[in-house]
């Protein structure tokens, strides 16, 4: 069955390249119309989103803020306000990934790493639900993207890791505290993203996983328009990860 989000708003952060990219695609295919937030993305790569959004018949706009800034998170959502008048769908999609070993993390890294990837969601939740309270009458959801550092350690990305414990946590609590108007949930992505890595790496790891394969930033975003518009679910996640999180059964939930 085809979920239908014709007319809904979605924001996603970090959707101008990427998996952010995929979900905000995945989302306008489902007829949402889209802000796509974008920080330190070139202007070509931001103005070929805005257009592949577009092409799927539905409105896009794209806003810049720099997420480690907090006072720049309520002029992004006043901009969401100013253009529709109000937000349905959120995803919180945006995040750095820094590689340090344990002993060489400095202050600003670590600090840097939690603003971006705790402290904007939780800001941009706390916005995001003024303005979806504005339209109660309507079904609204958040969507944070976690990844697997969220629920077993990862060498060398320790506060990554915490930080997406962190807001798989803020998934939670902040179901609860929204319901019953506003639902949150997550998506952990497993290996949808081949970065830096060979081809031979690349296959190695998929091959290493339950379903022997490794998957693509498409899966995520049919997960996200799942979360979205799915009514009757919140303060879950879903594992888009081939049964990656399989291996670690004992780090599984923390909570």
Known sequence: MR???????????????????????????AGANLVIHYGGSSPDQV???????????VDAI???????????????????????????????SASVFPTTDFMDIGVEEWDNTMDV??????????????????????DSSIINICDQGAVAPWPKRPHHG??????????QVSAIELAPHIRVNAVVPGPVLKAKMTDDEWQKL????????????????????????????????????GGEHLLYPEHDDYS
Not at 11 to 19: I, K, N, P, Q
Not at 62 to 68: E, G, K, M, R
Not at 162 to 168: E, F, M, R, V
Request: aromatic share 4%; no cysteine; net charge neutral.
């Open 3 to 29: 979920i239908d989000l014709n007319d809904k708003v979605a924001l996603v952060t970090g959707s101008a390249r990427r998996v952010g990219k995929a979900i905000a695609l995945a989302l306008a295919d």
């Open 47 to 57: 103005r070929d989103t805005v257009q592949d959004v577009k092409s799927r018949g």
């Open 62 to 92: 794209s806003v810049q803020a720099d997420l480690s800034d907090p006072s720049q998170i309520p002029s992004l959502i006043d901009r969401v306000r100013e253009h529709y008048d109000r937000l349905d769908i959120l995803v919180n």
């Open 117 to 138: 990837n705790l402290r904007a969601p939780f800001l941009l939740t706390q916005q995001a639900a003024r303005l979806m309270r504005d339209n109660i009458h309507s």
């Open 162 to 171: 915490i930080s997406k414990w962190g807001l798989w946590m803020l998934t």
């Open 206 to 241: 998929g091959e290493g996983l339950p379903l022997r394969k490794t998957g693509n930033p498409e899966d995520v975003g049919r997960a996200v328009v799942y979360l979205a518009g799915e009514s009757f679910v919140t303060g879950t996640k879903i594992e888009v990860n």
